[in-house]
């Protein structure tokens, strides 16, 4: 299998990339890790007619913490370097939970947080990841800068609010509150698989009060599901075993898993309420004081 | 029938230019005039007649392709060729030296790593990637950073046992 003829280009800075994107009016895909654009190439379910790979632009792979605590990730920061980046594990419970379960490790050797949030699969990790952590891109175009708030960025099954000629150069993670606590879980058949279900929680805890909640579910619908509306039942209470079963209702009752080869959707919606259960009752046995 | 590499060398009439790249494999500067839609692991296995690197899925599945590139394990059926421009990239033809095995392949050989051999060129150069970041891995460690190389033959266990051995090899070697 092999790709249909593109044009490729290699641009050496992030203006050059977007003079590029701008020029080729919606017939264009960014390269970035490939690990979902490459296959899709080479099944031709995407034929762009242009190729801009960001590879070559410097400084667009870091993590840094401001002084705040607001977290940022370049456009070109692999998985990986998330998934064994010491500060991450001590500072971002959500991703640090997160990064071991996305694809394979060569996957994560290659693939980007970023790159993967605007590919915009259903059952992608890091989109559910981002909207629990409350988190925004920033979005470079012609024009300048903009954010776009991760709950508006993933229009459909690979649609997002990205214009064509607008590069994601950077995730924003907002400081927690108080102390951040959280987890991922994601069942798959098997490594690599798409996510039968995943659930994203991210809370920001006031000693055992919680003053922030978000939580967002992959592989149960059409799109990631935004289910910080029912996670927020949470804020002001404790973690009890009470609080969690309610909340672990509401949230699988607002997810719409449907029957496949990988589970009902009744099967998928009970995985949902138990990772739920799971990821807060790990963390309620904590001390978070 | 055409091999892809030599269709693709000569494109039809295209306004598709041909790149040339030079890439530094195993060791060695190796250019090539390229089509951009080539892929690394048609490259390797067409262009330069490296056939040690195997192509299983195509779907970024089973690390059969696997190869280092600039020391991290990339599926090469899951890279552009034109990116490969300027960088380096090692196979599994690359592991051995003129006289001797890499301790991976006599821990391979040792331990009975292999059945088909399909699976092996990408889960040896799975396992150095492991082994570079880490001479004292876990027996979970090893299944871990091997869990995105897929074998039919084995279940795993002997080339579980075949990292684990080349591993103790190393470190002895290292001291």
């Known amino acids: 299998m092999y790709p249909s003829r593109f044009k490729y280009e290699a641009p050496k800075s992030i203006a050059e990339a977007i003079a ?63 998934e064994f980046s010491a500060e991450i594990a001590k500072r971002q419970p959500t991703i640090a939970a997160a990064a071991p379960l996305v694809a394979d490790p060569i996957v994560r050797a290659r693939g980007t947080f970023v790159g993967s949030i605007c590919h915009a699969d259903p059952q992608g990790d890091w989109a559910a990841t981002m909207i629990a952590l409350g988190g ?22 690979y649609a997002t609010a990205l214009n064509y000629n607008e590069l994601a ?39 055992t009060k919680v003053l922030r909640a978000g939580i967002a579910l992959a592989g149960v619908g059409g799109k990631t599901i935004d289910a910080n509306e029912e996670a927020s039942f949470l804020v002001g209470q404790t973690l009890t075993e009470a609080n969690i079963n309610k909340v672990a209702e509401l949230v699988a009752a607002k997810s719409e898993p449907r029957t496949d080869h990988r589970g ?26 | 029938m055409s091999s892809l590499f030599e ?30 839609r080539l892929l690394l692991a048609d490259l ?42 300027g960088h380096s990239v090692k196979t599994v033809e690359g592991l051995a030296s003129a006289s001797e095995l890499h301790p991976i392949q006599e821990g391979f050989k040792e331990k ?21 970041k880490n001479l004292n891995p876990t027996e979970d460690e090893v299944r ?28 002895a070697e290292s001291n």
């Open chain 2, 44 to 85: 390797l296995r067409q262009g330069l007649k490296l056939t040690g690197t195997h192509k299983g899925c195509d779907t970024t599945n089973c690390g059969a392709c696997t190869v280092l590139f600039d020391g991290r394990p990339i599926k090469s059926c899951t890279m552009l060729a034109v990116q490969a421009d």
């Open chain 2, 144 to 171: 871990w950073a091997l869990s995105g190389n897929l074998c039919r033959c084995t279940g795993y266990q002997n080339i579980v046992k075949a990292v684990l051995w080349a591993a103790e090899k190393m470190r």
């Open chain 1, 20 to 82: 590029l994107l701008d020029a080729g009016k919606g017939d264009s895909k960014v390269l970035a890790g490939g690990q979902s654009l490459v296959p899709m190439l080479k099944l031709r379910f995407a034929f762009p007619d242009q190729l801009v790979d960001i590879n070559n632009i410097p400084g667009l792979n870091y993590i840094t913490f401001d002084a705040d605590g607001t977290l940022r990730i370049g456009a070109l920061t692999r998985h990986e370097d998330l």
């Open chain 1, 169 to 207: 150069i950077e995730a924003v993670i907002p400081a927690p509150k108080g102390k951040a606590i959280g987890g991922y879980l994601k069942l798959e058949r098997r490594v690599g698989d798409f996510a039968t279900a995943s659930v994203a929680v991210s809370l920001d805890m006031d000693g």
């Open chain 2, 7 to 36: 269709e693709i060398a000569t494109p039809p009439s295209s306004d598709i230019p041909i790149r040339r790249v030079t890439i530094t494999v195993n060791g060695e500067p190796r250019t090539a005039d390229i089509e951009p």
């Open chain 1, 136 to 157: 925004h891109l920033v979005v470079q175009g012609p024009k300048g800068k903009r954010t776009i708030d991760m709950k508006d960025f993933v229009l459909g099954p």
């Open chain 1, 264 to 289: 009902s959707s009744d099967y998928k919606r009970q995985i949902v309420r138990t990772f739920v259960k799971r990821i807060l009752t790990a963390n309620s046995a904590q001390k978070v004081a």
């Open chain 2, 112 to 132: 009975h790593g292999l059945q088909c051999g399909f699976c092996t060129p990408g889960m040896m150069l799975a396992a150095t990637a492991l082994l570079e």
